[in-house]
Each structure stands twice: as C-alpha cells, then as structure tokens.
C-alpha cells in the first residue's frame, strides 16, 4: 500500500510520571549522539546529547544512557510534565563526517 | 540564548521555480548544515558546509541544490527548479565543532504547487 507518513511510536505517561524513550542505532563507528525534541511547526531542540566514551550523562531532569554493546540509547524524563509533550528523536553521527543521522522518533503524551 | 535564524517560515512557489531558503547561523559556529522533514517523516540530512566549501552531501542534494555563504552571518539554500516532492520543512544547523552545539533553526516551510 501506499505510504502515508511515518507511523510513530506512542508513549503516554501521567504528569508526575518517569519517561523512558528507546532508540536502537545501527552504526557502529557513531561516536556522539544527540536527544531531540520537536513540537508541532518547530524545529529540533537540543535536550542532551553523549560521547561514545560514556555511558550515562545527567541534565536537568533528563538522563541518556547510552549501551554500546546492544547500540541502545535512552532518554529519561524525569517528573514528566505536560510541557514534555512532543515527539522526541534521537540522532548519531559518525566517526568520519558530521552528518547527524535522526530516528524515527517517539510520541510522548502526558496526560495530566 | 543563541539561536538559528531562518526565513522566510513559510514559502509557496509554483512547481519549476526557483527558491532560495536564508539561515543566519549562530555567529561563531563553523559548521553549516541544511536538513530537511517531509511532513509526517524523519529529519534527513541534505548538506554540510565547512570552511566555504561542501563537506558532505547526501544522495538528496543532487543538481538541483545549491549552498551558499555568501557573506559572514548568511547561509543559504537554493533549489534551482522546484519539483512537488521538494516540498517539506527545511531546517538549517549550525554547530561549532564536530562534537557539539548542533542547533537547529525553526525551519522553512515550503510547499510547491
């Protein structure tokens, strides 16, 4: 069938709640990883990002940790607030250029 | 806070002609990006700018784009001959390093009819 748009993963969590959004990367040789997070109409907007040397970086309320051996990035939210809302994508970029190559991305719904 | 400027936010412009897309990037960035979301789908990656010059490309940016610094603060987008499927958010990055400070602008919407 025809392809209408991306269909993207949900997660709806209570205001108050922690998130965890997933990502699987495939390149092995990506060096530096990026959260995004795109509201309707608007551009990405930098939430942390993570160098292939570490494995967990903290900001204000966020955490990504980063598992090289299975290529698995997460983002924590934590006290998830309606303000969270968006659709939140993970980005990487290789060890030879600096082309950032975005995930599908993932729906997060606070319900208040 | 520092930020990407781009304009216009909205561009109409009928199929076969030319747009051009403007960027102020952040003022001591060195790298230059332009990406692009058909509505509903992932950021892709178009092109890189570094040191007036093309760094990297994508099988996307194919004749009919452009780059262009032209002067110290603008970087600019042009699509020769506007085709239906260019239509999309175009997004313009800049960093300053390879490792850091990928910040996006809010994007040009531009529909072809």
């Known amino acids: 069938g025809e392809s209408v748009g991306l269909h993207l993963p949900t997660l709806s969590v209570q205001e108050g709640d922690n998130s965890i959004i997933n990502c699987a990367y495939s390149n092995s040789a990506s060096d530096y990883f990026i959260w995004y997070k795109q509201e309707s109409g608007k551009g990405p907007q930098f939430i942390i990002d993570?160098?292939?040397?570490?494995d967990k970086r903290q900001g204000q309320r966020v955490t990504v940790l980063l598992n090289k051996t299975v290529k698995h990035l997460s983002l924590q939210i934590a006290a998830t607030q309606p303000g969270d809302s968006a659709v939140y994508f993970c980005a990487e970029k290789n060890n030879a250029g600096n082309m950032l190559t975005f995930g599908g991305g993932t729906r997060l719904m606070v319900k208040p | 806070e520092p930020e990407v400027t781009q304009t216009p936010s909205h561009q109409v412009t009928q199929m076969g002609q030319e747009v051009i897309l403007r960027c102020v990037p952040i003022?001591?960035?060195?790298?230059f990006y332009w990406y692009r979301q058909i509505l509903g789908q992932k950021v892709e990656f178009l092109v890189s700018f570094y040191n007036n010059e093309i760094s990297e490309k994508s099988e996307i940016f194919d004749d009919q784009f452009s780059v262009e610094r032209p002067d110290g603060s603008n970087f600019t987008l042009k699509i020769r001959s506007t085709k239906l499927e260019d239509s999309a958010m175009y997004f313009c990055?800049?960093?300053?390093?390879?490792?850091?400070?990928?910040?996006f602008g809010s994007g040009t919407r531009l529909t072809v009819v």
């Open positions: 993570i160098r292939s040397n570490m």
């Open positions: 003022s001591n960035h060195l790298y």
């Open positions: 990055a800049s960093s300053g390093g390879q490792d850091y400070g990928y910040t």
